[in-house]
T-cell receptor, first 111, second 114 residues
Framework: AQSVTQPDIHITVSEGASLELRCNYS??????LFWYVQSPGQGLQLLLK??????LVQGIKGFEAEFKRSQSSFNLRKPSVHWSDAAEYFCAANAGNMLTFGGGTRLMVKP | ETGVTQSPTHLIKTRGQQVTLRCSSQSGHNTVSWYQQALGQGPQFIFQYYREEENGRGNFPPRFSGLQFPNYSSELNVNALELDDSALYLCASSYSTGVNTEAFFGQGTRLTVV
């Protein structure tokens, strides 16, 4: 079955530190991949997306993600985290007409 | 903001009742998808509407139904509410059904079933 897995439920980083959120997918073929962010009580905002081509994609708010076909991964990174980055992050994949989401990673930022 | 608006933002219903949630899609978008997000989980696909026809359905029972109107706004109806239906319901609109089409999400409707 098609699935998206985010192994880390919670991550805490210090402000200014680097960040990497993990995402693995299980699909018959490479799906289209997305990262969304959700602040408490809010909807989902698209950070970045990968369709094809360059495996390192840049997004909004200083985020980037790297697609690795050999590892079926699409990890999200940020070189220096800001307190305002504290939120829930969702990796998602689309191979048809629906998005399949991972369970999410809650990011907490220490001052 | 995405231009996708959902109403109401919150509501409380009693088990066994029926509820209708509404979504106004972003201008120029003809496709609306609905997702259920239970507390602490990722969103799950309920169904998609494209040009007023259902265009795919997730693993949800028939008591979850929908409509899309000529202006591409949409409704999600849930009959015989159960406690487990308590969740954030998200609507997403897009300009096509293609796999690489970006979906724009509304703020969601928080449904509590008591």
């Amino acid at each position: 079955a098609q699935s998206v897995t985010q192994p880390d439920i919670h991550i805490t980083v210090s402000e200014g530190a680097s960040l990497e959120l993990r995402c693995n997918y299980s699909y018959g073929a490479t799906p289209y991949l997305f990262w969304y962010v959700q602040s408490p009580g809010q909807g989902l905002q698209l950070l970045l997306k990968y369709f094809s081509g360059d495996t390192l994609v840049q997004g909004i708010k200083g985020f980037e993600a790297e697609f690795k076909r050999s590892q079926s991964s699409f990890n999200l990174r940020k070189p220096s985290v800001h307190w305002s980055d504290a939120a829930e992050y969702f990796c998602a994949a689309n191979a048809g007409n629906m998005l399949t989401f991972g369970g999410g990673t809650r990011l907490m930022v220490k001052p | 903001e995405t231009g996708v608006t959902q109403s109401p933002t919150h509501l409380i219903k009693t088990r066994g009742q029926q509820v209708t949630l509404r979504c106004s899609s972003q201008s120029g978008h003809n496709t609306v998808s609905w997702y259920q997000q239970a507390l602490g989980q990722g969103p799950q696909f309920i169904f998609q509407y494209y040009r007023e026809e259902e265009n795919g359905r997730g693993n949800f029972p028939p008591r979850f139904s929908g409509l899309q109107f000529p202006n591409y706004s949409s409704e999600l109806n849930v009959n015989a509410l159960e406690l487990d239906d308590s969740a954030l319901y998200l609507c997403a609109s897009s300009y096509s059904t293609g796999v690489n089409t970006e979906a724009f999400f509304g703020q969601g409707t928080r449904l509590t079933v008591v």
